[in-house]
């Protein structure tokens, strides 16, 4: 089987072919192309992401996105006569009628190239932005349209879930992964921009949320401390380095912040507090000078990691956990893999995944991994709709 993913849930744009083979539990991948238009500059002045602009940026790129796609897996052939005919294009105009540009942009594509060797097209219904989301899924039924191709509606946190479990097999070859069933219970702790959850996974690909943020989202916290710090957004990835250089060139730790929640008897977090926390902290130093950066952003990282690891830790003896999954943009951090991980040596062979570098934030990869552990079930275009809460 042969898909196609398509993601915009947030900031990225990310576009992915594979190919995969399924036998029992056990999902062989090729990846045969993959794409992706990140838009962090764009939000830069806005210290987040400013959800109309995102929208506005994905229906401008996603065309180009989708020739450098097929391109990149040797899809991309052009015809004079067009395969798709005036009455589907009428459809899929109609499809996309907020997004005139995208349209026309699309249309000119579509009556240019072949029909490629695609069986489904996974898209991502939510959770995320609900009109950055809109855009892909109208992109993605436009295609579907075009080309009779059936959907595969994704749940970006699963896709989050399956990144973490694709493991490169051979080790050296950067597109051929495999995904098997790991050992369950497994508890996975997906933390990102938008989420911070502890999803249990007791029997393989059903999940049940038992934890999560009842405010901001670690990333969140990350990046707004990060900007009380003058840092632009995103600016998680700069607290961490921070910390880590306050770690190595052993600072003092003048600075205490709050461990939201740490002791509280569920698995569920806050971070809004220590986010204020660091205002106050910051507002009482006015100008923190770089060596100050440094002990504010360790101690803030230090507190974030203490929570994760308690709750996580919490979790695991409540439901005899055998596996834990980590991932989600926060989890490129290396010392909060570093962390769980060490966690998990406390338990006799428990397992531990983490997604390379590269698929730890979003991207299209991992929704096309989530499409095909499942073996790509499809639903009719009219049931997909943009679910910016969808829970797993
Ligand atoms: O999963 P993701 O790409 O997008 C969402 O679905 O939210 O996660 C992005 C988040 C941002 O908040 C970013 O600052 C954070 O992940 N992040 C990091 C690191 N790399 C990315 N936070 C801390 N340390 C990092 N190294
Ligand atoms: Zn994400």
Redesign the pocket.
């Known amino acids: 089987m042969k898909i196609l993913a398509i993601e915009t849930?947030?900031?990225?744009a990310g576009l992915a072919i594979v190919e995969y083979e399924q036998k029992g539990t056990t999902t062989t991948i090729e990846v045969l192309s993959d794409t992706l238009f990140s838009q962090a500059k764009e939000h830069e002045e806005y210290g987040g992401v400013y959800p109309t602009l995102a929208k506005q940026i994905h229906a401008k790129n996603l065309t180009s996105l989708l020739t450098r796609t097929l391109t990149e897996a040797h899809l991309y052939t052009t015809t004079d006569t067009s395969e798709v005919s005036g009455e589907k294009l009428l459809e899929i105009q109609t499809i996309l009628e907020r997004e005139p540009e995208m349209y026309a942009q699309l249309a000119g594509l579509l009556v240019t190239i072949r029909r490629p060797d695609i069986d489904a097209i996974a898209i991502t219904r939510g959770p995320?932005l609900e009109p950055a989301l809109w855009i892909g899924i109208g992109f993605a039924k436009a295609l579907s349209v075009a080309w009779d191709i059936p959907l595969t509606p994704v749940n970006?946190m699963e896709g989050?879930v399956a990144a973490a479990l694709a493991v490169q097999s051979p080790k050296e070859n950067r597109k051929k992964f495999i995904i098997e069933q790991p050992k369950l219970p497994a508890l996975a702790l997906l933390?990102?921009?938008?989420?911070t959850e502890l999803i249990l996974v007791k029997d393989w690909l059903h999940y049940k949320k038992i934890g999560s943020t009842r405010d901001d989202?670690?990333?969140?916290a990350?990046?707004k401390a990060?900007r009380l710090l003058g840092f632009p957004?995103?600016?998680?990835?700069?607290?961490?380095?921070l910390a880590s250089e306050a770690r190595e060139e052993n600072l003092d730790q003048p600075y205490s912040l709050p461990r939201p929640m740490l002791t509280t008897d569920d698995f569920d977090f806050s971070f809004s507090g220590l986010k204020t926390a660091v205002r106050t902290l910051v507002e009482s130093i006015e100008t923190p000078t770089e060596i100050q950066k440094k002990q504010i952003a360790r101690e803030f990282?230090d507190a974030a990691i203490e929570v994760l690891v308690r709750k996580t830790k919490n979790a695991i003896e409540a439901h005899a956990v055998q596996t834990l999954i980590v991932?989600?943009?926060?989890?490129?951090?290396?010392?909060?893999r570093a962390n769980l991980e060490k966690l998990t040596k406390e338990y006799e062979d428990m397992s531990f995944y983490v997604p390379s570098l590269d698929l730890?934030?979003?991207?299209g990869r991992m929704i096309v991994f989530a499409a095909a552990i499942h073996n790509s079930p499809t639903a009719p275009a009219e049931d997909i709709l943009a679910t910016g809460n969808l829970s797993l």
């Open positions: 849930s947030f900031d990225e995320g970006h989050h933390i990102s921009g938008a989420h989202a670690i990333g969140e990350y990046d990060a957004y995103p600016g998680g990835p700069k607290i961490s380095q990282d991932s989600g943009g926060v989890s490129a951090s290396a010392h909060i730890a934030t979003d991207n």
